[in-house]
């Protein structure tokens, strides 16, 4: 895509009634940091060019802004910080993108690794059965636990699993049993058709799983002590006969070796939209202009008896560039976005706070960027 050339750069930066940005963002925009959205395409997508970049300049300019934390209740109880929705400003897109590559796939967790099942009566086969164990979200600290040192179940001389189910390292493992049975109700209620109702254990949830601690675990995590991060998930449904017994061997591992070990639900940013207004909008048309965005985008105001549209709050809009389906108010809207803003969107699994997630991904783009560095002195023999 070529330049978008614009006549006039200084009407362009008036930040007024007319152009909404997000809240305490500066009108310090040039025309290379907006993209434009036009009927059917998207032009000045290209990524700026820096004939020599000074690196403290660039990371003074950078500003993280905390929009919302939100609560989320998690066996009925209020839990904080599971839902971040955060602005991070003045950043280029592979800084922004390798921030959210790296909270899915890179930030460790505690996962279940290895089932070992005793008795499994179910309908659900064996192997369906660890790998829906395997997805269940655990609430433990991953800092407190040392990645696996070794195969976590070593084969026998014959290739396979070893008969006898292993200790576990209070340093690697974190273990959870389970055993239920189900069986018919002394005094069911007549006519009743509810499962529930006519037998014990006819759901199994997660609050079956008891934690055991090993070694010094109880000391270290008692006040705190992991457990599945939701007691409600349903596990299996079984009927009178139907037995479940395993013990869970948990595991310290990150996304990008298996999505079962992914901190997040969501991680995902959007740029920040900016939409203005080139004329007074009155009447039926702005009734219409605000039914062509979402919702709080476009407010409606009354003045001296008529209906007037004003932009309220655009970072709200999805950017569905409805309003270009309509002749007479396509070249009324310009619509923009920044391309230096990302709006950053992160829901946890609810094994770590959503901002504590953040931090450890710059932790590990940290890591990652020393790695780098030592290895490029080695290359170059600098010392």
Not at 65 to 91: A, R, S, T, W, Y
Not at 219 to 242: L, S, T, Y
Not at 249 to 260: L, S, Y
């Amino acid at each position: 895509m070529g330049r978008r050339k614009k006549s006039s750069t200084t009407h362009d930066m008036e930040v007024d009634q007319s152009e909404a940005t997000s809240s305490g963002a500066e009108a310090l925009y040039t025309d290379d940091d907006t993209l434009y959205l036009e009927e059917e395409t998207v032009t000045n997508t290209y990524d700026r060019e820096y004939e020599s970049l000074d690196i403290d300049a660039y990371t003074e300019k950078i500003k993280v802004e905390i929009i919302n934390e939100i609560d989320e209740h998690v066996n009925n109880k209020p839990v904080k910080g599971l839902n971040l929705e955060f602005d991070l400003i003045h950043v280029d897109a592979p800084i922004a993108n390798a921030l959210r590559r790296i909270l899915i796939a890179e930030v460790p967790t505690m996962a279940i690794e290895k089932v070992y099942l005793y008795q499994n009566t179910t309908c659900l086969q064996d192997e369906v059965l660890c790998h829906r164990l395997g997805l269940l979200p655990i609430y433990a600290d991953p800092n407190k636990f040392k990645f696996p040192s070794k195969p976590f179940v070593p084969a026998n001389e014959e290739g396979v699993d070893p008969d006898e189910e292993p200790a576990g390292n209070p340093e690697e493992n974190l273990i959870f049993k389970v055993q239920v049975k189900c069986t018919k109700k002394k005094n069911p209620p007549e006519n009743s058709t509810d499962p529930t109702a006519l037998y014990e254990n006819a759901v199994v949830y997660t609050d079956a799983f008891e934690w055991i601690p090993l070694g010094d675990q109880i000391n270290e995590f008692g006040r705190d002590p992991p457990r599945m991060v939701h007691k409600d998930i349903i596990v299996v449904k079984m009927r009178p006969g139907h037995e479940l017994e395993a013990s869970c061997h948990c595991v310290k591992g990150i996304g990008r070796d298996h999505a079962k070990f992914s901190p997040v639900a969501t991680a995902s940013y959007r740029l920040l939209p900016m939409i203005k207004l080139k004329k007074n909008i009155t009447g039926e048309q702005a009734e219409r202009l605000q039914k062509c965005f979402s919702d709080g985008v476009i407010a409606l105001y009354e003045e001296k008896g008529t209906v007037v549209a004003k932009v309220a709050d655009a970072r709200k809009d999805t950017c569905s560039r409805n309003v270009f389906r309509f002749d007479d108010l396509k070249e009324l809207v310009e619509m923009k976005r920044k391309k230096d803003h990302f709006i950053f969107s992160v829901e946890s699994t609810g094994a770590m706070k959503s901002h504590e997630l953040v931090v450890e991904a710059c932790h590990v783009m940290q890591k990652k960027i020393e790695t780098l560095k030592e290895a490029l002195k080695a290359k170059l023999g600098v010392h």
